[in-house]
């Protein structure tokens, strides 16, 4: 907090480890790696498109358009513009001077690979931060109130390495590459914030590239939730229950089950950790069994 500079270089260290990890992950996940190329916002688009989410769809679209307005799926990301546009409810297709931005439940903030050098930093709500892969979506984190994403695309000046979609309705507050100058000049408590945030999201990832290597299903959803538990800063020696943001079908993309074996894996998941399902969210009656069981799995994988 005393030494901007150190400090600054160390968050930029992290920033870059941290979208080693993204790839790491990702390919150890879904047994492959997102193109770099423009070509991918198509590629996020259609995936979308074709997953019945036009209000994540169309903006991707548009980016790609942007980005590639003669490539070689330009006409067809045009054809499905202009069809889903009717019935989006899609916003800030281009950046704003808004120092806070409302975002409906669905709808992208940024698209990976999309150029972009914004950070934000949530002031009510949740987002989801995923990567697709071969037709396949990984979720690399659920992020609430309180929490900042899209650093690293400022800090790095490189594409978004990831997505981020309103999990639920958002509140934004916007920080630009001007205004992020003058917060690291002025206040050092951003400064510390950002290489706690950063040093947590590291520790996270190790912990899903651990994830990535349990074979069983349910386990892996087992060990995810608990992942999500210990992110929380649960006492692991306390009964009291505690209620996630999370649905089973967020844990599922967590882990990048195929589609084919979803099913299957939240029924064994299920019976297995037997979660309570409060308003689609999962509540955890005893977060350290879950936990204790987690560690056992991760042994033997």
Not at 57 to 67: G, P, R, S, T
Request: one cysteine or more.
């Amino acid at each position: 907090m005393k030494n901007t500079p150190v400090a600054m270089k160390i968050i930029r260290t992290f920033a870059n480890k941290m979208r080693v990890l993204n790839g790491v992950l990702t390919k150890l996940t879904l047994n492959n790696v997102a193109s770099e190329s423009p070509e991918q916002l198509f590629n996020v688009a259609s995936f979308y498109d074709k997953a019945n989410r036009p209000d994540v769809a169309i903006y991707a679209y548009y980016q790609y358009l942007k980005n590639c307005p003669n490539g070689s799926n330009a006409e067809t990301a045009k054809q499905r513009f202009v069809a889903l546009k009717p019935r989006s409810r899609a916003v800030y297709f281009e950046p704003t001077e808004e120092m806070t931005r409302k975002y409906p439940k669905g709808t992208m903030i940024f698209c990976e690979n999309q150029s972009g050098a914004d950070m934000f930093i949530i002031q009510s709500g949740e987002v989801s931060i995923s990567k697709v892969v071969d037709g396949n979506e990984v979720t690399l984190a659920v992020l609430r109130k309180g929490d900042m994403f899209g650093e690293m695309a400022l800090l790095e000046n490189k594409p978004r390495s990831a997505s981020a979609i309103a999990h639920e309705e958002c509140v934004l507050m916007v920080v630009n590459r001007k205004n992020f100058d003058m917060m690291v000049a002025t206040q050092a408590q951003l400064i510390a914030r950002l290489t706690t945030t950063l040093a947590e999201r590291l520790w996270a990832q190790h912990r899903q590239l651990t994830n990535s290597q349990i074979k069983e299903y349910s386990h892996k959803l087992v060990d995810m939730l608990a992942l999500q538990l210990e992110k929380a800063k649960l006492n692991i020696t306390s009964t009291q229950g505690f209620q996630t943001n999370l649905s089973v079908q967020d844990l599922v993309t967590m882990c990048g089950i195929p589609t084919s074996h979803q099913a299957q894996a939240i029924n064994d998941f299920t019976n297995l950790a037997q979660p309570k399902i409060v308003g689609g969210k999962i509540y955890v009656s005893k977060p350290n069994e879950i936990i204790k069981s987690a560690a056992f799995y991760r042994s033997k994988a």
